[in-house]
């Protein structure tokens, strides 16, 4: 007499990586943004030297290429610093796109009448504002680190080539509204990170919107006041 066959177990679902995940996805994007915030604070430090006149922004500009030389060489700490900005940039926006595809699935059929109470413009553009950002970001690289859209560039004469840029008016005009996106971008990634972090309350969310507010504006009006200035003579 045969013996009944053990049915088969069914193998355990292999548990979802923390990549895979909607929450582990808003964790890396939070941790890329503070990356780029850090940054964007640190540029716009450097910037405002020019304020100051070209000996000081070329002095400083001369610093970041020298930092580190007995260790790392010439401008290859500031390069390594390129490198790990831009696998932040590249992380940052796959996973925005992921999660923005996440969210139309599970809402495949559109409203019959769109709501827009609880969301903002800086989140109902946070895509568009990202495309506008990368751009930026490679039109920036070949302005003012390869030179090859700058129309008088000089090696290392960091004051002479921003005022070479931003003398024209689309070149400053692209520049504006790009710092614009910036500033929503900023503002909604500020409070977005706050939220993935479990940090938002009814007790915080005042102080929060107040300090995404405050940290989007300074950026993106320490960075405008630049080009205006140049365009205005006040930086000649």
């Known amino acids: 007499m045969s013996t009944p066959s053990l049915a088969r177990a069914r193998p355990l679902a292999k548990p979802a990586s923390f990549w895979e995940t909607s929450v582990g996805k808003k964790y890396i994007m939070a941790g890329t943004g503070v990356i ?9 430090w450097g910037n405002l030297h020019i304020y100051s006149g070209a000996t000081y922004i070329n002095d400083y500009a001369g610093f970041l290429r020298t930092v580190g030389e007995p260790f790392f060489g010439y401008s290859q700490l500031l390069w390594l610093t390129r490198i790990l900005l831009a696998p932040a940039l590249i992380v940052h926006a796959i996973l ?3 999660v923005k595809r996440q969210d139309a699935v599970g809402r495949p059929r ?7 109470l609880q969301s903002t413009f800086a989140s109902r553009t946070m895509i568009w504002g990202g495309v506008v950002i990368v751009l930026f970001l490679i039109y920036h690289l070949l302005d003012f680190t390869f030179g090859v859209v700058n129309p008088s560039y000089e090696p290392g004469n960091v004051y002479h080539n921003v005022i070479a840029s931003f003398s024209l008016w689309p070149v400053s005009l692209f520049y ?19 939220q993935t972090l479990g940090l938002n309350s009814s007790r915080t969310t005042r102080f929060i919107r107040n300090l995404a507010t405050f940290c989007a504006l300074v950026l993106a009006i320490g960075n405008i006041s630049i080009p205006v200035a140049v365009l205005t003579g006040i930086v000649q």
């Open 36 to 44: 780029w915030f850090l940054f964007l604070i640190l540029h716009l």
């Open 110 to 116: 559109g409203y019959a009448v769109r709501k827009n």
């Open 176 to 194: 504006i509204l790009a710092m614009v996106a910036i500033g929503f971008h900023l503002y909604h990634g500020i409070w977005s990170t706050f």
């Open 96 to 98: 925005a796109i992921q």
